[in-house]
Structure formats: C-alpha cells, structure tokens
C-alpha cells in the first residue's frame, strides 16, 4: 500500500502544473531513496514527469548532477522516505486534462471518511479550488444542468444518467459538441444519450468520430479520443493548421480557430471562471473586458524542453543499459503516457526552433551515452547590438533580427545552468537559462504597458508612493514600474530570483533606492516594509496553485491601497479574488459564525474588483494570463475616484 501511494505521489508531482508552460520535470539518474522499493516510481516519473510543467528543467547532459531546488520535488522526496501516508496523499488531488482522469483515489487507498476530512482540514482548506479537474467538474455540471432544464427534466435524470447504457470502451461513435470546457476541451453528446463526452481537438458545433477511453459512473461523463471530423462546424477550417503533429501533441487545442475567435473563447474562460470560483454575487464582478492578443500567434514561445524516455528496464534499479537506437524526441501524446517524436514545433520562436535541430542532430549520435529519459532545455536569449559595432558580433547558430537602433541575435541556450538574457522594450533581464520568466517576449511589451498604466488609481485621494512586488522572482514588474514610485520593493522567497533580480536592476540603472529586493520567508514577507499602507499598491504574481491562506492573511493585515493581481490560472485567481473582495482567508484559526474554511480577517480590510481581463500569452492554446485590478474599501473613501464600494461595483 505504501509503494501504491509513493507512486500516486509521484504521479501527482508529475502533474501538478499546467501542460502550457510546456516546461518539463527532470529525470534525475542518481537519486538515492532511503524507503525500499521506492525507485519504482522512476517507471512512473519517466513515463509521465514530462506532459506538465516544472520550474527546473534539466538539459540532458551525461555526468551533469541535475537541479534538486525544486520545492515540489523536494516535497516528493520526503515523502518517498519517512514521511506519513497521510502526508503522501496531500498531494493526491490535481488531475490535469492532459492527463487521463484517474480512478477514486478514496476507494483505492481505503481512507475513511473521517481521515479525508481530517486530510483537507491540515491543508488550506478552500485553497484547493481550481484546479484543472475541477474546471472540467464544473462545466460539466453546467452543461448536464442546461441540458436538463432545456428537457423539462429534473434532478431524477442524474439518476438514469449513471444506469444508463453506455458504449463498449473501444468502440467508435459519433458525438456533437455543444460546449467547450476551460480546459481547452471539448463537451459532447451521443445521440439518444445524455451521456457527456470528453473530446479534445474539437469546437462547438462539429460532429466528430470519437473511440471511447473510459466512462466515469461517478463523475458522469466519458473520456473519449479524438479521431476525425464528420462534419465541421462553421467556426473550423482545418486549412488554418500549421502543425503537422496536431491533434496527436497535447501542446495546442484551437489551431483549426481564427484567432479572433480563440480570443473570444479566452474572454468567456475568464469570464466562467469569475463566475464559478470566486464565489462572489454578479454584482461585485464587473465585466470582463476585451482579450488582448499576442502580436504573435506562431513562433512566439522563447523556451521549449522536449524530452526522451529511458530505454527499456532503465526504470530498474542499476540499470546501466544504454539506447540501442535514437529514441523519440517530443512531447506528450494528447491523452496517452508515450512521447509523441517531434521534429519541429511552429510555435517556438525561430531560434529556439533552430535549437531544437541542433539537439535533434547532437542525440542522433550521441544517445548511446545515456542510460535514462532526460529533458532537453531549449530556451532563447538575445544578444543586442548597435548598428556600429556590428563587426564580428554575429554568434554562431544565430537568428539575425534588424530594428531600426540596433541588431538582435538570437541563440539558444540548452544549459540550465547557464544565463540567458531578454529585452522587454528598452529593459534587459538576465536569468538562469531553466528558471522561470514567461515564455512569450512578443506580448510582453504590451503586458508591461497595461500593467503600468493601470498600476495607480485615477484620481486618489491619497497618492500612491510605493509599490511591492510580491512573488517578485528576478524583477521583471518591480523594475518596469519602478519610475512610478518613490519606492520599490520586490519580495520573493527564492535567494536565487533575488540575486538575478538585484542583477537586473543594476543593469538598468536602478539603484537599491529605487529597486530594492529581499528575499523573505513564506510566513514574513511583509515584515521588511515599513511602506505606508494607505500609499502602497501590491502586485501579485503566484505561481498556478494561486496563493496560500498564510499569504492572503497577510496581505489583509498589510491592508494595501490598491492590488494588481497576474496571474497564469484565472481559476485560481478568481478563488484568491473572491477571498480578498469578502475580506477572508482560509486558515487553521476558525473565528465563530465564519464560514467553514475561513477566519475573519481582523482589520475588517477587503477590497472591490475594479478591473478583469485577459491576455493571450499562448496562441493556438486554451490558456490565458488575468489581470484583475483591486482597490481597498473603505468606509470613507466611495466617491473619492480612488476606490468603492461593493455595492457600487456593477456588473
């Protein structure tokens, strides 16, 4: 039983981020397990650690002792050692789409009922909203609860639902797509069946062949393969295709869409999201704004990490044998646990795509020398140079890009622990080359530029003199908005981020004065700042997850004057927005008469929504970036410009 949630540990790991960042967990050769038998889970891990993200890519380099700075990975190794089962199974709860939904994993580990409440109450309690199963959850209760009440039906149809008669698993049938899912998926219908079909690489409106996978009683819908189009709804032209690995790659969903329409789709994605996670009435929701586009919709993604999986037995103990040939080299098949072989990917830059050869060419000879899977990290990095002193400045291996001041060449670095560098605008930031800075360099002038201009209230009654940066990694909003304070100050937990941060300020000109950076702990990141609160503005910036009930406590008690709040996973984000608006959090703490989850913040501070809206960092994907805009209430401030009220925020 132990091996069994060991394994669902790591397999949860694996994919406890979203599939987009296309970033991918390391293999790691050498670690040593202190519990017997644990080193089977590297079957698992090599078979499945490379369909979602990780913040430590590890480029596939014989000798090389890989990255361990992981915290999730971390987490994993103390639970393959001595840690209780009850901790392993924490972390047995995200089930990404691209990932086949797994079985109960109440009725497999034989947990009490009991025991879980007692698991969920030790974690954030509501924190664990959001994630990808929920999404899907969610619009599928929608679209079940839409069907029935265009039936005239009742709650008894969930009943004959789950007794009604269902396909043979491997058997083909013909299903219409009514909806689409947040998480780029598509929801079906048989006819005959109120059955809902889980597709991916369709729209609403085609009719498609599907081979059923597998039907979930439970949760009452079936996970299906996409197989071909019947006939195609109006809104798809396959023409539009530039890919010739989709509908197999799980990387992209929406190729066959015009743009305009896939940024429509992404404004309703933020829009359900606000609607379905933050638990806040309509009224105190405004209305979502326009999608801001990607200037580029192709050849934008400045990092890919594909990968190769170990030879056969290399998950075994010992196991030394190396390749016999070259194995496949890409990305994860859309719904199975095997490396789709990719030669090419359009949506990486030009660069990156030339690495991608370069690296495809390098293991077509020297495979032999590895005996396990590995990452290979293909990321971008610009060398800029003004047109007079152009002579012997050309890298090898470069893209040559011309603008008018000067010339950018492009390479690509495929050492993790080598600097890149990127321009944003006139700002130059250096990083090492397998962290994490956002992948789409086309959009992120304009990103920049909204944020900057929406960073400070229209007309306040207070001024705004300081900013913080909370999850600041190496500076990227403390240092593009730092000309607008009097004070900067970009917090992160990691020394790394900070160290390249305090770098980057000082190669755009920003003195400690302007700039400043400091690495906090998790439970103290406010403790440093001795901002005025009244003239601080917050950005946040979280990783996926959102951030945790200890944060947004403090967050509360720090009582800022106004939140900008970015993020990767509007799901998330509307949970966190939800909490600030109420003036709650989750927490061990339970005050009387708060809801179950919650305590009371104890300044009484919460805040409105001002702004939402969405921006397309990933062309041709379901994912999209939110910006949801904050100001704090307070009782004497409504019609002062600066903030107001909820009651006063109209939908």
């Given at each position: 039983?132990?091996?069994?949630?060991?394994?669902?540990?790591?397999?949860?790991?694996?994919?406890?981020?979203?599939?987009?960042?296309?970033?991918?967990?390391?293999?790691?050769?050498?670690?040593?397990?202190?519990?017997?038998?644990?080193?089977?889970?590297?079957?698992?891990?090599?078979?499945?650690?490379?369909?979602?993200?990780?913040?430590?890519?590890?480029?596939?380099?014989?000798?090389?002792?890989?990255?361990?700075?992981?915290?999730?990975?971390?987490?994993?190794?103390?639970?393959?050692?001595?840690?209780?089962?009850?901790?392993?199974?924490?972390?047995?709860?995200?089930?990404?789409?691209?990932?086949?939904?797994?079985?109960?994993?109440?009725?497999?580990?034989?947990?009490?009922?009991?025991?879980?409440?007692?698991?969920?109450?030790?974690?954030?309690?509501?924190?664990?909203?959001?994630?990808?199963?929920?999404?899907?959850?969610?619009?599928?209760?929608?679209?079940?609860?839409?069907?029935?009440?265009?039936?005239?039906?009742?709650?008894?149809?969930?009943?004959?639902?789950?007794?009604?008669?269902?396909?043979?698993?491997?058997?083909?049938?013909?299903?219409?797509?009514?909806?689409?899912?947040?998480?780029?998926?598509?929801?079906?219908?048989?006819?005959?069946?109120?059955?809902?079909?889980?597709?991916?690489?369709?729209?609403?409106?085609?009719?498609?062949?599907?081979?059923?996978?597998?039907?979930?009683?439970?949760?009452?819908?079936?996970?299906?393969?996409?197989?071909?189009?019947?006939?195609?709804?109006?809104?798809?032209?396959?023409?539009?295709?530039?890919?010739?690995?989709?509908?197999?790659?799980?990387?992209?969903?929406?190729?066959?869409?015009?743009?305009?329409?896939?940024?429509?789709?992404?404004?309703?994605?933020?829009?359900?999201?606000?609607?379905?996670?933050?638990?806040?009435?309509?009224?105190?929701?405004?209305?979502?704004?326009?999608?801001?586009?990607?200037?580029?919709?192709?050849?934008?993604?400045?990092?890919?990490?594909?990968?190769?999986?170990?030879?056969?037995?290399?998950?075994?103990?010992?196991?030394?044998?190396?390749?016999?040939?070259?194995?496949?080299?890409?990305?994860?098949?859309?719904?199975?646990?095997?490396?789709?072989?990719?030669?090419?990917?359009?949506?990486?830059?030009?660069?990156?795509?030339?690495?991608?050869?370069?690296?495809?060419?390098?293991?077509?000879?020297?495979?032999?020398?590895?005996?396990?899977?590995?990452?290979?990290?293909?990321?971008?990095?610009?060398?800029?140079?003004?047109?007079?002193?152009?002579?012997?400045?050309?890298?090898?291996?470069?893209?040559k890009i011309e603008t008018d001041m000067h010339v950018d060449f492009k390479?690509?670095?495929?050492?993790?622990?080598?600097?890149?560098?990127?321009?944003?605008?006139?700002?130059?930031?250096?990083?090492?080359?397998?962290?994490?800075?956002?992948?789409?360099?086309?959009?992120?002038?304009?990103?920049?530029?909204?944020?900057?201009?929406?960073?400070?209230?229209?007309?306040?009654?207070?001024?705004?003199?300081?900013?913080?940066?909370?999850?600041?990694?190496?500076?990227?909003?403390?240092?593009?908005?730092?000309?607008?304070?009097?004070?900067?100050?970009?917090?992160?937990?990691?020394?790394?981020?900070?160290?390249?941060?305090?770098?980057?300020?000082?190669?755009?000109?920003?003195?400690?004065?302007?700039?400043?950076?400091?690495?906090?702990?998790?439970?103290?990141?406010?403790?440093?700042?001795?901002?005025?609160?009244?003239?601080?503005?917050?950005?946040?910036?979280?990783?996926?997850?959102?951030?945790?009930?200890?944060?947004?406590?403090?967050?509360?008690?720090?009582?800022?004057?106004?939140?900008?709040?970015?993020?990767?996973?509007?799901?998330?984000?509307?949970?966190?927005?939800?909490?600030?608006?109420?003036?709650?959090t989750g927490g061990a703490e339970l005050a009387e008469g708060a809801g179950?989850?919650?305590?009371?913040?104890?300044?009484?501070?919460?805040?409105?929504?001002?702004?939402?809206?969405?921006?397309?960092?990933?062309?041709?994907?379901?994912?999209?970036?939110?910006?949801?805009?904050?100001?704090?209430?307070?009782?004497?401030?409504?019609?002062?410009?600066?903030?107001?009220?909820?009651?006063?925020?109209?939908?």
């Open positions: 039983m132990r091996l069994k949630l060991l394994t669902a540990a790591a397999r949860a790991w694996t994919t406890s981020s979203h599939l987009t960042n296309l970033q991918r967990i390391p293999i790691l050769p050498q670690v040593q397990f202190s519990t017997p038998n644990t080193h089977i889970i590297y079957a698992t891990l090599t078979r499945q650690a490379h369909s979602h993200t990780s913040h430590v890519p590890t480029r596939a380099s014989k000798g090389r002792q890989p990255y361990l700075n992981s915290p999730s990975f971390n987490h994993f190794l103390a639970m393959a050692s001595d840690a209780a089962t009850t901790e392993l199974m924490a972390d047995v709860e995200s089930n990404p789409h691209g990932k086949r939904p797994a079985q109960n994993q109440n009725q497999k580990s034989g947990l009490g009922k009991k025991r879980q409440q007692k698991k969920f109450k030790k974690r954030d309690r509501d924190m664990k909203n959001g994630t990808s199963d929920d999404v899907l959850a969610t619009d599928i209760r929608h679209l079940r609860a839409s069907l029935s009440e265009s039936d005239g039906g009742d709650e008894g149809d969930e009943v004959s639902v789950a007794h009604e008669s269902l396909p043979q698993q491997g058997s083909e049938i013909i299903v219409k797509v009514l909806e689409l899912s947040s998480t780029g998926d598509a929801l079906a219908v048989h006819e005959g069946s109120k059955q809902i079909y889980v597709v991916p690489f369709a729209v609403p409106g085609d009719v498609v062949k599907i081979k059923v996978y597998r039907h979930l009683r439970e949760e009452q819908y079936t996970v299906a393969d996409f197989i071909e189009v019947v006939e195609p709804a109006p809104t798809r032209d396959d023409s539009r295709v530039r890919c010739g690995y989709f509908a197999k790659c799980s990387g992209c969903q929406f190729q066959m869409l015009d743009y305009a329409e896939q940024l429509r789709i992404k404004k309703r994605i933020v829009d359900k999201a606000f609607r379905n996670f933050s638990n806040l009435p309509p009224e105190l929701i405004p209305a979502i704004q326009d999608t801001i586009g990607s200037p580029l919709q192709y050849g934008y993604r400045t990092k890919l990490t594909p990968h190769f999986d170990g030879p056969p037995g290399s998950a075994r103990r010992n196991n030394k044998t190396p390749f016999a040939a070259c194995p496949d080299i890409g990305f994860m098949f859309k719904g199975k646990r095997a490396t789709l072989d990719i030669e090419d990917c359009p949506i990486g830059t030009d660069a990156v795509r030339l690495g991608m050869k370069n690296e495809r060419e390098r293991m077509s000879t020297e495979f032999t020398k590895y005996t396990r899977g590995a990452t290979i990290l293909l990321r971008e990095s610009t060398k800029r140079v003004s047109k007079d002193a152009l002579e012997d400045a050309e890298p090898p291996s470069s893209v390479t690509c670095v495929t050492d993790n622990n080598a600097t890149s560098t990127e321009y944003v605008g006139d700002y130059v930031f250096h990083n090492p080359a397998g962290s994490f800075f956002q992948n789409n360099n086309s959009i992120l002038p304009v990103f920049t530029d909204y944020i900057r201009e929406h960073i400070l209230p229209t007309n306040p009654s207070t001024p705004i003199r300081y900013l913080i940066d909370a999850y600041s990694g190496s500076g990227l909003f403390t240092i593009t908005l730092s000309s607008l304070f009097q004070g900067s100050t970009g917090i992160d937990i990691a020394d790394k981020s900070i160290e390249f941060a305090r770098t980057n300020a000082a190669a755009n000109h920003l003195p400690p004065s302007q700039a400043n950076f400091i690495a906090a702990d998790a439970g103290q990141l406010f403790k440093s700042v001795t901002y005025n609160p009244d003239e601080t503005v917050v950005v946040l910036d979280p990783p996926r997850k959102g951030c945790d009930a200890d944060f947004l406590a403090q967050l509360l008690r720090f009582a800022p004057r106004r939140v900008v709040y970015v993020s990767c996973n509007v799901h998330t984000q509307a949970r966190d927005v939800g909490m600030l608006v109420r003036g709650e179950a989850g919650t305590r009371v913040n104890e300044k009484g501070t919460r805040y409105a929504v001002e702004s939402l809206r969405g921006f397309d960092f990933f062309p041709q994907t379901g994912h999209v970036e939110g910006v949801a805009v904050l100001n704090r209430v307070d009782a004497d401030s409504v019609g002062n410009g600066d903030t107001a009220a909820p009651e006063a925020v109209t939908r």
